[in-house]
């Protein structure tokens, strides 16, 4: 199994754009979330999703769009891009919502310019 | 979710026992206590979880005090690629919502 991937690795953006960080896993994991990671700081969650068709909002999702048209996708979209946004984003996944270890992707650091 | 307290940062010689504390004072009956470490930049990965009784797995023990409002992660023989952020973190076993703390920064030297 390949896990959770993360595409692209690193990108720089500049304010305004758009684009999608893509996140995908392998496992048949129901629940799939985001989270962004600032410098110094813990993880905070964006979005969530426990099914395909199913999202939720987390702890931070102003700015973020998510879709869950499949189990093993879950791409996160930033419509207008802010340098508020930059961040190293990481994408996890687990079994179930109440299962005990989800599973990190290696993360996507982005730069808003 | 109950809320972690962690210091920020501890060292420990390779080869010894590294002993990480973390209190959580209002954690409640049915909650769980989750360490993650994140190792420079990469994804955080799972160690070990507990409700009540202690535990322990191939990556290290965790020790929760009797009354639930401390619990200990030890690693038995510290390496150099243990050195990490250590993040004890309490929910409920029905909510994946995972609240990361600033952690403890484990560094261990030669």
């Known amino acids: 199994n390949a896990g959770v991937t993360q595409t692209p690795k690193f990108q720089v953006l500049k304010t305004g754009q758009s684009m999608t960080l893509q996140c995908a896993q392998d496992?048949?994991?129901?629940?799939m979330s985001w989270y962004r990671q600032d410098p110094g700081m813990g993880l905070r969650l964006i979005h969530y999703?426990?099914?395909?068709?199913?999202?939720d909002q987390g702890e931070v999702p102003n700015g973020y769009n998510v879709s869950r048209s499949t189990t093993e996708d879950f791409p996160l979209r930033l419509l207008s891009a802010a340098p508020s946004q930059t961040s190293v984003y990481f994408c996890?996944?687990?079994?179930?919502?109440?299962?005990?270890?989800?599973?990190f992707g290696p993360g996507t650091r982005l730069l808003v310019l | 979710d109950a809320k972690t307290t962690q210091p920020p940062s501890m060292d420990c010689a390779e080869g010894r026992a590294a002993n990480l504390p973390c209190n959580h004072s209002?954690?409640?009956?049915?909650?769980?206590v989750y360490w993650y470490r994140q190792i420079h930049s990469q994804g955080p990965q799972y160690i070990i979880h507990?409700?009540?009784n202690n535990e322990t797995n191939e990556m290290a023990s965790l020790i929760i005090t009797e009354d639930r409002k401390s619990s200990t992660l030890i690693l038995p023989h510290a390496t150099l690629r243990d050195t990490a952020v250590y993040y004890c973190i309490v929910r409920t076993g029905a909510n994946s919502k995972l609240t990361f703390g600033k952690g403890i920064t484990l560094s261990v030297r030669p």
């Open positions: 209002t954690i409640s009956g049915n909650e769980y």
């Open positions: 996890a996944s687990s079994y179930s919502q109440g299962g005990e270890t989800q599973y």
């Open positions: 999703s426990v099914g395909a068709g199913i999202t």
């Open positions: 496992m048949n994991h129901e629940y």
């Open positions: 507990g409700l009540k």
